[in-house]
């Protein structure tokens, strides 16, 4: 059974940073491409930004400039910075755990993590 844990959520201000932390364990973190994503209420979820296997990121053209994905190798962990939040960033932030070309909706997902952002 694939674990996807996610962690770092929380509240904070407009303008403020968040850093959200997905550890899924070595196997998958080595070999499957990780992705976060979010769901905000009464919307469909969206891809956040993502890290292949070999390290490359991707990032939907909306969310580059203020969210980075990285991935820590020692602690087998896929980490997202997220900088300059607004209140419509406000959502559940998943992460998911994909076989490399596989559809994300068969993918190993997270239980998710809230991110608020309110004055």
């Known amino acids: 059974q694939v674990q996807v844990v996610e962690s770092g959520g929380g509240s904070v201000q407009p303008g403020g940073s968040l850093r959200l932390s997905c550890a899924a364990g070595?196997?998958?973190?080595?070999?499957?491409?990780l992705t976060w994503h979010r769901q905000a209420p009464g919307k469909l979820r969206t891809l956040v930004a993502g890290?292949?296997?070999?390290?490359?990121?991707f990032y939907p053209d909306s969310k580059k400039g203020r969210f980075t994905i990285s991935r820590d190798n020692a602690k087998s962990t896929v980490d997202l910075q997220m900088d300059g939040l607004r209140p419509e960033d406000t959502a559940v932030y998943y992460c998911c755990a994909t076989r490399p070309l596989d559809d994300y909706n068969n993918g190993y997902w997270g239980q998710g993590t809230q991110v608020t952002v309110s004055a």
């Open positions: 070595e196997s998958i973190f080595s070999t499957y491409t």
């Open positions: 890290i292949l296997p070999g390290g490359s990121t």
